[in-house]
């Protein structure tokens, strides 16, 4: 379809011709599908296809298009906006399969435990004793933030108010996690085996 008839039908799209819009999807669709498949790799091919995902993002535009909620100056406009909507909504999808496939791929806890000469919970000392260690391990510039998440503090909020990156947060409270694990791992002794 050349230039000067799309140009028309993004004319028409102003008014919500429902006519112009379903030419309209006609000539890009070929164009999206492409654009689409050159963005997968062979293993992602598999398992997205290229129809479905520009018959979502039609989906999710056509509303707008109806309402006139865009307006394009000719149909270049048009087809960059569709390639934005596009490539976002394909990036999404495969961010969503990512975080599916780790959660369900995500390893089983272990059914049964090795004896360990570490104490059991209800002989572990009280919460305050505990928090009292974790304190000790905390250098002073952290306390802050084992503070503040142990009033329930989110990471976004912790960060927000330590001038911190959320990741810094994060990365902070998990080292002394593991510090924490080997302390304790290591005042246990080796495990016995019967």
Not at 24 to 43: P, T
Not at 105 to 132: F, T
Not at 175 to 190: H, K, Y
Request: net charge positive.
């Amino acid at each position: 379809m050349n230039s000067d008839v799309l140009d028309s039908l993004v004319a028409k799209l102003a008014g919500g011709d429902a006519e112009a819009i379903a030419e309209v999807f006609r000539a890009h669709e070929v164009y999206l599908r492409m654009l689409v498949r050159r963005r997968l790799s062979g293993r992602l091919r598999a398992k997205f296809d290229s129809l479905d995902i520009v018959q979502s993002v039609w989906a999710r535009v056509l509303p707008g298009l109806r309402e006139g909620r865009w307006r394009f100056v000719n149909a270049r406009a048009l087809r960059a906006f569709l390639v934005r909507v596009t490539r976002n909504h394909l990036t999404n999808r495969i961010q969503h399969a990512a975080l599916d496939f780790n959660t369900s791929h995500a390893p089983a806890p272990p059914r049964c435990r090795l004896p360990s000469n570490a104490p059991k919970p209800d002989e572990g000392g009280s919460a305050e004793d505990l928090w009292q260690e974790l304190l000790a391990l905390c250098p002073p510039a952290h306390r802050q933030l084992l503070v503040l998440r142990r009033e329930g503090v989110p990471l976004d909020q912790i960060a927000a108010r330590t001038g911190l990156h959320k990741s810094s947060v994060r990365r902070i409270l998990y080292d002394l996690i593991r510090r924490f694990r080997a302390r304790r791992r290591a005042q246990a002794g080796p495990a016995e085996i019967s």
